[in-house]
């Protein structure tokens, strides 16, 4: 059982850990509880957090250390307090304008830099009395205690209570608002919206009642209504003091509730009243007298103000709840009528409006004389008060049946019953995400002329009604946390909300974006919509603690304050790719930051300001995000840290291509992630970039066991039908088809696009992505009319989407592969305009050394040879070779650069220097070894294997093909037989050593692989001719040897100019048998 807070305080070192914002995990949850009950224990950690956060002695600071003494000649209040300035700091807080002072103290607005928030702060002084000024002293603290244990969404919060010497100072929330009585009279209302407000107030006047606490002056004037129509009640026990004392408050301040400039003002009992007492006779007020307050009063045992007093408590009882409940219906009965109730006397409370006489009894009974013929409760009165206003209500409610009569009472529910703990408000979205901004969105969308329009909206509305529903929830849950469970200190709940209040910008900035979004932008705008910060990040609350507070002086303060919003500006427009405009926004907060040295916001708003430069493929992204890091470490915001080192990775493993220091980024990330406790969006990221990196470098075996953590991580946060699995999906795909898992990677890609298009609909740039990939691995599986349909509705979506040739790098790349397709089928010259279409297009928009020029590059090689032009190839492969040495310079390294080498080797071997050959394959093996790239080693061994025998080399040949037997089945798996070509050369292999069974297996299941392809005519020439050969040597199958080097003819005969057979060699073997 834990230790009671006054007999167990917290030792001298752990307040010091606390202070330096490093405390254990388990020091940080036993604080957490400790301090909410442990006043000692706060003002000491208040004390270290001063000596912490004080800065070097500045002669021009506004603030001065305040010494609540009299000095000579100072200013001083009605209460004898001296008048202190605008900017003086006492203890923690910041006194901002004064709201009002009186006989006992003083109210100011404040600001607390702790928790960035504007404050009321009450100062009561204790007068001399019998029992001493320290009696009262203490006196007056235990009431503010009292006061403090209230928590309720219908009573102003005491946020923390204590002393300064002689005074007792309460730090209250500073609500913006007016008092309930000034609320009524400021328009005429009809009755039942009276009673909902004094219903809410009377559920803080219960739940008061609840925690022991007795209000002793409920009136209109301790009710405050907010701008949003909410009744919080205010003031609780501090009318009980022994002596009183004048009190002067300036009419119509703000008080706890205003921001306004106030002029103090003699003799004015204000709304809000903290407390203090204006001594002499009980004065009345005329009914509705404008701007004037009954003053409250205190006798010997009397407290409360004149006219809400209960009988017995003016006898000399003790004021309970049952003198609050006898308050109340003073109130509520001068809401509805406009006046108090008249006395027995003058003929009883009479009913002169049109409020129902159940109402009205209610009413009369709750002011009966003597106590116990009142309600047993306010918890009884305000059921009942409910139930007989509204009691078609509590009918419909009893019998309720099922359709649209049940769903109009529960729209009447909402509307009328008091506001229950942390209900959802829908008004703090109102203008951020609502009707009308939905609609506004629909038709801002369709007048883009953009296909799709309308499912795209549908698309991005319901996204965004998800993330508005749980940003409720996230609200109320961190409500709940400290106002219903009572286990979450206020502080903490204030670091969430801070939280949320910055997602709800976000959320803002966004729909503004939308709003004025392009065909692009509409194509895009259902993954936009998915793009904004999590909502999870709001409850890590060890996250949210760890960075460094911002500055405590409120100008400046209020400068990052600002920068924040201008931030959650550019986060939006990073989130809807409009890149170049996240960079313009996003430098300004950065050169902000850096004037203000707050690391914490540098951090992130180079964070925004890098990771848009990361997409816009700009040089300056690695620099941008380095200093994010640094900034955040500085700030201890490791979260963002950790950010700004993925997104590293990000740039190093696929745009740039630089894996050792890709490699690099992810072991800082990890270390990072497993400092600060964890992240699972952050992890999830960090193991999609390191698989990218990895598939981009062709190392799927080392890719796939990351890429199943990734989907099993991922299933588990947003579910297994979320659009947010897609891109570990494809890159599945991917790693998968580089695997020679063709199939399985069919599986994915088609799982990919069920996804997307029921999420986004078919109009979307991921699903016309997904039919890129898929046609990838039907090329892979030899499909390749499938791969060409695939190719071309990817392009055709593409380009309805974003018009003809848009976007450059997709619609490029589309052309490149429908390009491949048809080399691969024998159209070369359809072929050999399509790459060239293509090359000139990314050497246009893409630096030397891109792979995309030097992969297109590679495919035009492959058609001049095919069409016997070698030395326009040679002239190409030296390109290709020259922007590898560009891209190598720089560090970057993919496997497309060892193609060129490749292609050297074929065109050495057709023009008969199998010497050159087999050097150009060594040095496109040793590329690929030195990169780890082992889906494309197998290919290339299988080059090297070829040129090897062709140079007559046929043991080594023979030892290579094996090793790339290995690699492929250490890939695709031990099960799974190798692609044709690599058949075919190991059975070509074996035919040339002389081992013809072992060369009719080989060539046998890799022409039984051909043929259940689209294989280009010429390849199934030779390989047919080459079991031809093995069935000959084996002697075996003659007939099956005659009519494969019949068809093998055939293939050959329409040629103008064959490359790989002879005519002349396919009729000498049907001659000879």
Request: contains cysteine; aromatic residues 4%; hydrophobic residues 40%.
């Amino acid at each position: 059982m834990p230790e009671s807070p006054s007999t167990s305080h917290l030792e001298e070192v752990e307040l010091l850990d606390l202070a330096d914002g490093i405390p254990s995990q388990t020091l940080r949850a036993r604080a957490e509880v400790h301090l909410d009950a442990c006043a000692t224990c706060r003002e000491a950690l208040a004390d270290f957090l001063r000596i912490r956060a004080a800065p070097a002695p500045d002669v021009h600071a506004a603030r001065t250390e305040v010494v609540l003494t009299e000095a000579p000649g100072a200013r001083l209040s009605a209460s004898g307090m001296p008048l202190l300035a605008q900017g003086t700091l006492l203890g923690r807080y910041v006194l901002l304008e004064r709201l009002g002072s009186g006989g006992m103290g003083v109210v100011h607005a404040a600001y607390d830099p702790s928790l960035d928030r504007r404050i009321g702060l009450k100062l009561l002084r204790a007068l001399p009395s019998a029992g001493g000024s320290q009696g009262m002293t203490e006196r007056l603290l235990r009431e503010a205690q009292a006061a403090a244990r209230t928590r309720h969404p219908h009573v102003v919060t005491v946020h923390d209570v204590g002393t300064f010497g002689q005074v007792v100072f309460i730090a209250m929330e500073l609500v913006d608002g007016g008092n309930l009585r000034e609320h009524l009279r400021a328009q005429a209302r009809p009755w039942r919206d009276v009673v909902r407000l004094y219903l809410q107030a009377g559920r803080g006047l219960a739940a008061a009642h609840a925690a022991g606490v007795v209000h002793r002056d409920f009136k209109p004037d301790n009710v405050l209504v907010d701008k949003e129509g909410r009744a919080r009640v205010t003031d609780f026990g501090l009318a009980r003091v022994e002596s009183g004392a004048g009190v002067s408050e300036s009419a119509g301040a703000p008080a706890l509730l205003g921001t306004g400039d106030v002029t103090p003002r003699p003799q004015a009992v204000v709304a809000g009243t903290p407390g203090i007492i204006t001594p002499g006779r009980l004065g009345t007020a005329s009914a509705g007298t404008p701007g004037h307050i009954a003053p409250r009063v205190l006798g010997t045992a009397v407290a409360g103000t004149p006219g809400y007093i209960a009988p017995e408590v003016l006898a000399g009882a003790p004021a309970d709840a049952r003198s609050d409940q006898y308050a109340f219906c003073v109130s509520l009965y001068e809401g509805l009528h406009g006046q108090k109730p008249p006395s027995l006397e003058q003929g009883g409370p009479t009913n002169r409006a049109a409020v129902p006489r159940a109402v009205h009894a209610l009413i009369i009974r709750g002011l009966s004389p003597e106590p116990g013929a009142r309600h047993p409760s306010m918890t009884a009165l305000l059921d009942a008060l409910e139930r007989a206003a509204f009691p078609v209500l509590s009918k419909k409610v009893a019998v309720a049946g099922v359709g649209a009569g049940l769903l109009a009472v529960a729209a009447t529910v909402f509307a009328v019953m008091s506001t229950p703990p942390c209900a959802a408000d829908p008004l703090r979205l109102v203008g951020v995400w609502d009707a009308d901004r939905k609609a506004a969105l629909l038709k801002a969308f369709q007048a883009t002329g953009a296909p799709g329009a309308v499912a795209a909206h549908e698309a991005a509305a319901r996204a965004l009604d998800a993330y508005a529903a749980a940003w409720h929830d996230s609200r109320r849950q961190a409500c709940e946390a400290t106002r219903g469970r009572g286990n979450q200190s206020e502080a903490v709940m204030d670091l969430r909300m801070g939280c949320l209040e910055r997602r709800r910008r976000e959320l803002g900035a966004l729909t503004d974006v939308l709003l004025t979004a392009d065909r692009d932008g509409v194509a895009s705008a259902p993954e936009t919509a998915q793009a904004l910060s999590p909502l999870s990040r709001c409850a890590d609350v060890e996250a949210l603690s760890q960075p460094v507070p911002p500055p405590d002086r409120p100008e400046v303060a209020a400068r990052v304050k600002a920068a924040y919003a201008r931030l959650d500006e550019a986060r939006a427009r990073l989130s809807a790719d409009r890149w170049q405009e996240a960079v313009d926004r996003a430098g300004p907060v950065v050169t902000e930051a850096e004037a203000l040295g707050y690391k914490p916001l540098l951090g992130e708003a180079l964070l925004v300001e890098g990771e848009a430069r990361a997409f816009l493929r700009d040089e300056a992204a690695t620099t941008t995000l380095r200093r994010a890091m640094l900034a955040s470490l500085a700030g201890r915001d490791d979260l963002h840290a950790t950010e700004a080192v993925v997104h590293q990775l990000y740039i190093d493993g696929e745009v740039a291509q630089r894996p050792e220091q890709a490699k690099l980024h992810a072991e800082e990330a990890r270390a990072l992630l497993e400092r600060s406790g964890g992240n699972p969006d952050l992890e999830a990221q960090l193991l999609v970039y390191q698989a990218s990196s990895l598939v981009q470098q062709g190392r799927p075996g080392d890719a796939l066991p990351l890429l199943q953590q990734v989907l099993s991580l991922q299933e588990r946060l947003y579910g297994r039908d979320s659009p947010r699995l897609a891109r570990g999906l494809l890159l599945m795909a991917s790693a998968l088809r580089q695997a020679g898992r063709g199939e399985e990677a069919l599986v994915h890609n088609r799982r990919t696009q069920t996804l997307l298009e029921a999420a986004y609909g078919p109009d979307h740039p991921k699903v016309a992505m997904v039919l890129n990939n898929r046609g990838s691995t039907l090329v892979e599986l030899r499909r390749y009319t499938e791969a060409r349909d695939s190719f071309q509705e990817s392009l055709h979506r593409y380009e309805r989407m974003y018009g003809p040739g848009q976007p450059v790098r997709y619609a490029t790349g589309l052309r490149a592969n429908l390009g491949a397709v048809a080399f691969t089928l024998g159209h070369y010259d359809e072929s050999e305009r399509l790459q060239r279409e293509a090359l000139a297009m990314y050497q246009k928009h893409f630096p030397p050394g891109s792979a995309y020029r030097v992969r297109t590059g590679n495919n035009l090689t492959l058609v001049l040879i095919n069409q016997g032009r070698m030395q326009e190839a040679l002239k190409l492969i030296e390109q290709m070779e020259a922007e590898r040495e560009a891209a190598t310079a720089d560090g970057r390294r993919d496997p497309v650069f060892a193609q060129p080498p490749l292609n050297a080797t074929e065109v050495h071997l057709r023009m008969g220097h199998p010497d050159l050959a087999v050097a150009s394959a060594k040095r496109a093996v040793a590329l690929l070894r030195e990169m780890g790239a082992e889906a494309d080693l197998s290919y290339a061994l299988r080059n090297l294997a070829g040129a090897l025998s062709r140079a007559g080399q046929l043991s080594e040949g023979w030892r290579v093909a094996q090793e790339a037997l290995s690699v492929h089945h250490k890939l695709a798996g031990a099960d799974v037989p190798p692609l044709p070509e690599l058949g075919q050369t190991l059975g070509e292999l074996a035919l040339e050593r002389g081992d013809a069974e072992g060369a009719c297996r080989w060539l046998g299941a890799a022409l039984t692989q051909w043929e259940a392809t689209e294989a280009p005519p010429l390849e199934l020439a030779v390989i047919r001719y080459s079991l031809a050969r093995a069935l000959r040597q084996a002697h075996r199958e003659p007939e099956r040897a005659r009519a494969l080097v019949t068809a093998a003819r055939d293939a050959v005969l329409p040629t103008a100019e064959p490359r790989l057979l002879k005519v002349s060699e396919l009729d000498a073997f049907l001659r000879e048998h």
